[in-house]
């Protein structure tokens, strides 16, 4: 045994990262968000599934380990070898999961409204490469870790269920609340070095700011509906149904506008119907109510004027999205945007374009293409 930890102790690997401490957290940070690029697909394909839920099994343990460690819980044990390499773990855990959610979140075609909750996961993934510097703060480690719990659990719910709502949200919220809150007690009750670092009642506050904080933002609409997502979303001058393929005409912008599939400036002929496509990924056996909420910009009173609701039901499970377009005739002049919601009026993504009405003007790079 003493001589598989001396071993051990003088191993390349103990020598690199002690070298390299400096840059250890970067390596395991990329390292966490590289994994999960390469062999991340579908929220609820198996191979996902089990990845995210191991991190967050290891995650939940490692801070559990990490936490008792500074009392000598580990000394003269098997564990004492891999202690310090505990905050690498958790960095490790907590970069794969926030670069999960970063991609899942960013395959919608649009975020307008989203964004919010965008900007904190991309935030908490580059911040995540200067946390093994705090790690030990153990308001910081726990907050994070509610955090990082509750986006889970919104993902894995849903997907197993096999149904999403408001109810479904706050559930989620209530079982991330809980496991969070049962393991700062586990870990408060047995490591006295905890209970000298931190105030429970002070901790317990954060954790419920962060709950409410949470819940503000999807009551206000600023989450996006996971684990729904917007796959496209096009306007077009045609729709048809080939082959169970929808074929879809629609302008094309330049080359160079690669985060757009049509062109802005719409030109459309006199009586002219004119086409919203999207298509809605969603896990399997998941059924949605989705409608497409038309608005127009009214330049005298400056405010956005709601024209119509068009709503269709979805069944998730395709590679692509549920796919399904509305359409109306002979529309204003001027700004339109047609937004995907949910029947909870969460928004899935925002279509927008400029409407000319012309019979000279002819549409420019016109495509047919089959979604």
Known sequence: ?????????????????????????????????????????????LYDLVVLSLHMTSLTFTLYLYNLADDGKWDDTILDRFVEYFPLAIQFF????????????????SMSKTVVFLIILLILLFANELLKKRISNKYLQFSV??????????????VFIKEMSTQIFILSGLISLFCTLALITIIYKASPSTRTEIHIGKLIG????????????YFFRLIPPVPLALSNGIVAHNIKVENNNYVVTYETDEWYIFWRKHRLKYIQRPNENVYVFSSIFAPTDLQKSIFHRWKWYNEDTKEWELIEDIGYDITGGRDGGYRGYTYKNNLRQGLWKVEVLTQEELVLGIIDFEIITSEKLQPKRVINKAF
């Open 145 to 158: 870790y509610f955090f990082i719990s509750f986006t889970f659990f919104t993902f894995m719910i849903p």
């Open 1 to 45: 045994m003493k001589r598989t930890l001396v071993k051990f102790r003088n191993s390349r690997f103990r020598r690199f990262i002690r070298k390299h401490e400096k840059y250890a957290p970067v390596l395991f940070f990329i390292g966490g968000f590289i994994f999960d690029t390469l062999t991340l697909g579908r929220v609820d394909r």
């Open 206 to 217: 954060i954790i419920l700011f962060i709950y409410v904080l949470i819940n503000s933002l």
């Open 94 to 109: 907590f970069g794969g999961l926030s670069s999960a959610y970063v991609i899942y979140f960013s395959r919608s075609v």
